[in-house]
């Protein structure tokens, strides 16, 4: 993982920076390597167009970069780390309603301050909540990891609570040790392989 490009193994995907030509001049220099074999991945057109949701319903077209395995001759897609796999809605805008569901926000208030609808944020924390033990220890490994000598993150409050600091602690960590200056839940993006989100039986990918 380097300052301007996170990269995160989740077949059939890898999750990568938000900056597209810094994931150009990584295929081209051969920094990405494939999930399945090991192998350099080179360019190889690009996925299917889709639209993104952001804060207040504002829109924006995405279409990821492919990457073709030069050994093993699969393709895989570059998911940037501003999504979450199938979800419309940014990472940073979820992320912003689990803070405000931490803070004891009411789901009414959380659905009006960032202008979705409220069976969208009813769907968001439940999924959260369902995964939020497994998010909590993910993320504390994935701190310790990233730094040793940080304080280990005390349950407090709910398991969503919790969950929630543990992530904000472990992009903390990788602030200091890789320099990324991406927020907290892309971030996390990157460091769930995309499946923040995903169905309880989805496993995490484990980059320590």
Known sequence: MGRALLVVRGAPVLMVGSDPDRVELALASGELACPGCGGVLGPWGWARGRWLRGRDGVRQRLRPRRGRCRACRVTHVLLPVVMLLRRVDVAEVIGAALLARARDQSLRQIAAGLGVPLSTVRGWLGRFAERAVLVAGHFA????????????????????????????????????????????????????????????????????
Request: aromatic letters at 8%.
């Open 141 to 208: 490994r994935l701190a310790a990891w990233l730094d040793p000598g940080m304080a280990v993150v005390e349950p407090r409050g709910s398991p969503l609570v919790g969950a929630v600091e543990a992530i904000g602690v472990a992009a903390v960590a990788a602030a200091r040790r890789l320099g990324a200056h991406s927020g907290p839940f892309e971030f996390a993006s990157g460091a769930t392989g995309g499946r923040l989100l995903a169905n309880t039986n989805a496993p995490f990918p484990t980059p320590w």
